[in-house]
């Protein structure tokens, strides 16, 4: 092959790779957890895109996608048994979602904050085929080959990972109403109010702070109206009184960017149903909070 055909073929693998990209992040980030780990899977996808005999490829963003998706799983196993010397809680990094709503997915319901924390419970061969499948809309024969096992297995994946969420996620509040009862509680949590606190706060609620051992973070769930009422009452005069707060987006839904002397403290995320509010995520770990701490300079 001749230098110019080599450029070509270069050419239009970069230009494969580009075109595919946004659903590569979009796979590695929701089965990793993590914006720096899918980018650092996206990136040895490509290396790996560079290396290959691509003459025979007939589908390249189907190679792109399997090669993706095997990496994030084999990250995920051992990112996993980091998480379990994560000092405290650990919460999905979350991103600013406000450029592309659904990352680059089909359907964004796998995008959610609160999904993507319990889809961390599943193993991640779960993960992945619900991301697949529920993200991204794969044919199960299609995933079944990603994954490569049978399709009846990875129909049985698919649904372990729908059953554990439905088991532990109620029927998620539309946007309009997330965002009011997000402002009600941040109110009542500013002030102290109890009374409205509980009113919001679901019976077994439960407050969950990421500071991966950076921050003065709760290093255990608070869970339970009561408890967590109390808690958040407690800590609101050392907290609130010299804090700015600014609305942004995380996963596709308003969340809210505490910040403190110019420096982002907090991120405050929840996970609402018709119910109230079901989850309280305080992401806090510096690292975690790097996508957004641009938006205190606009």
Same mark, same amino acid.
Not at 154 to 181: G, M, N
Not at 202 to 224: F, L
């Given at each position: 092959?001749?230098?110019?055909?080599?450029?070509?073929?270069?050419?239009?693998?970069?230009?494969?790779?580009?075109?595919?990209?946004?659903?590569?992040?979009?796979?590695?980030?929701?089965?990793?957890?993590?914006?720096?780990?899918?980018?650092?899977?996206?990136?040895?996808?490509?290396?790996?895109?560079?290396?290959?005999?691509?003459?025979?490829?007939?589908?390249?963003?189907?190679?792109?996608?399997?090669?993706?998706?095997?990496?994030?799983?084999?990250?995920?196993?051992?990112?996993?048994?980091?998480?379990?010397?994560?000092?405290?809680?650990?919460?999905?990094? &979350?991103?600013?979602? @406000?450029?592309?709503?659904?990352?680059?997915?089909?359907? %964004?319901?796998?995008? /959610? +904050?609160? $999904? *993507?924390?319990?889809?961390?419970?599943?193993?991640?061969?779960?993960?992945?085929?619900?991301?697949?499948?529920?993200?991204?809309?794969?044919?199960?024969?299609?995933?079944?080959?990603?994954?490569?096992?049978?399709?009846?297995?990875?129909?049985?994946?698919?649904?372990?990972?729908?059953?554990?969420?439905?088991?532990?996620?109620?029927?998620?509040?539309? &946007?309009?109403?997330? @965002?009011?009862?997000?402002?009600?509680?941040?109110?009542? %949590?500013?002030?102290? /109010? +109890?009374? $409205? *606190?509980?009113?919001?706060?679901?019976?077994?609620?439960?407050?969950?702070?990421?500071?991966?051992?950076?921050?003065?973070?709760?290093?255990?769930?608070?869970?339970?109206?009561?408890?967590?009422?109390?808690?958040?009452?407690?800590?609101?005069?050392?907290?609130?009184?010299?804090?700015?707060?600014?609305?942004?987006?995380?996963?596709?839904?308003?969340?809210?960017?505490?910040?403190?002397?110019?420096?982002?403290?907090?991120?405050?995320?929840?996970?609402?149903?018709?119910?109230?509010?079901?989850?309280?995520?305080?992401?806090?770990?510096?690292?975690?909070?790097?996508?957004?701490?641009?938006?205190?300079?606009?």
């Amino acid at each position: 092959m001749r230098d110019g055909d080599d450029a070509g073929s270069l050419d239009q693998a970069m230009k494969d790779f580009i075109a595919a990209r946004p659903r590569l992040f979009g796979i590695a980030y929701r089965v990793l957890g993590t914006s720096a780990d899918a980018e650092d899977i996206v990136q040895e996808t490509w290396l790996r895109w560079q290396r290959t005999d691509r003459s025979g490829i007939q589908e390249p963003a189907a190679f792109l996608t399997t090669v993706t998706t095997r990496l994030a799983i084999n990250l995920a196993q051992s990112a996993r048994m980091r998480r379990e010397s994560y000092v405290g809680p650990w919460l999905p990094e &979350p991103v600013d979602t @406000r450029a592309d709503p659904q990352l680059g997915a089909e359907r %964004a319901e796998a995008l /959610d +904050l609160a $999904v *993507l924390f319990l889809l961390e419970k599943l193993n991640p061969v779960e993960r992945a085929a619900y991301v697949l499948r529920d993200a991204f809309d794969y044919p199960y024969k299609r995933i079944a080959d990603i994954l490569e096992t049978s399709e009846a297995n990875t129909r049985q994946l698919v649904s372990r990972a729908k059953k554990h969420l439905s088991a532990e996620r109620r029927e998620p509040a539309d &946007p309009a109403a997330h @965002r009011c009862l997000l402002e009600v509680f941040l109110t009542a %949590a500013r002030t102290g /109010d +109890l009374t $409205v *606190l509980e009113d919001v706060l679901t019976k077994d609620v439960a407050s969950y702070s990421d500071g991966g051992g950076a921050r003065g973070a709760s290093r255990i769930p608070v869970i339970g109206r009561p408890r967590v009422s109390k808690y958040l009452a407690a800590f609101a005069p050392r907290f609130w009184p010299q804090a700015d707060i600014r609305w942004v987006e995380a996963n596709g839904r308003s969340a809210v960017l505490v910040s403190a002397g110019g420096n982002a403290v907090a991120l405050l995320c929840v996970e609402v149903s018709v119910r109230g509010i079901e989850r309280i995520m305080w992401v806090m770990n510096p690292a975690k909070l790097a996508p957004y701490v641009a938006s205190l300079t606009d």
